[in-house]
């Protein structure tokens, strides 16, 4: 339990420092007698440079983490920022590197302030990305699974970053995440043995997913944003349905997952408005995930300039 | 509660852009971005020239009939009282009692 900066201090001598870099930046991270963090670190994260320092007072740590039973917790030195003031203090593995996940997310905002980051999954097909814009309960971790499953590659399955200068999407290279309990009604034999199989790193609420290289994109891994999908999962049996909606509507979903506070709210309009200019918009109601994905692949798998015939 | 007799505007600090009949309202002070829907958006519309809320009550009673003007009323001030709220609309001027 971390309780003042000189407990703190005292730790550290006993702490693995571990640097997370990417394009010139880069994040350390002291984790104090908990060596299954700096595994479970590893592995959640793809494309980054990870390298392991020696422990010197003359680089602070962005983040200091600790375990006392099972219970861990940490601290950001330089804002003061603790477990118990955000979540509270993580009662698994799994929960902190959920902690140590979002602050990196926040971590990334901050340092490469020429993107932006969007509460939304994102998966590939075929030469483009498509969006979908996170919602409550709207499913989007368990489709991306899905997809994943069926051969496509995952871009994020909760933030992902935005190239507004090219307008494209850029993976942030963190494993995906199911939320627990499964639904179980709505869910095939198959994808749930998918499940099963790459499973890692779980507690009672969630479960990370070990994806290889051809199913999760590295950090810095981009690709043209080609539609946004808004998603409804239905309670109620029923065909997947994908319905064009205005480039406003998708704006309106886009709005309010937007991550990003420091560019003008002018400037983060303008780049969403590019994005749902340049993509087709829709909304996709479903019931079974299996379904959602099919009807997502009859849509998508080609490139749009083949779906229309153009070059021929 | 929004004065019936005062007259509201636009905040001329907010700006207004309109995607596909979705209108959107943008405060970079703030750093907020509003995504009205259609009441909203049609009681911005008639904010472009300064307007008190009998006004727009009347023209939405006549644009739906069947709704009860107190509803109506209630509504309307309810939603200026927000807008002036998140410094979207402004009062312009206030009746003198």
Redesign the interface.
Known sequence: MLQDAENIQAAQSDARRLKVAWNGECWIVDIVDCEELVAGLKKILRGWDLVELAVSDSIQPAMVITREGDTYDWMLPSGRLTAKDLFGRPESTASALSDVHYLLNGWFVDRFSEYFTLHCAAVRFADGVVLFPGGHRAGKSLLTAALAAGGHMVFGDDVVAIDPAANEALALGMLPRVRLPLPPQAMGRKLREFLDIHATLADVEQQYLDLGPDRLADIGASLPIRAVVQLKRSNKLGPANLADV????A??AL??Q?YS?AM???V??DHL?NI?SAASCHTMSYHSIEDAVSVLETAFAQNPATEIGAGQ | MSNLKATYGRNPAI?H??????I?L???I????H?LDAMAGGIWRLLEQPTTVYEIVATFSAAFPDRKTKDLRRHISRFLDDMQHKNLAVCVTTPEH
């Open positions: 205005t480039g406003g509507a704006l309106r709005i309010s937007n506070t003008p709210a002018s983060v309009f408005h749902v | 700006l852009k309109e995607v596909d009949g979705e959107f943008i405060d970079d703030q750093g907020k971005i995504a």
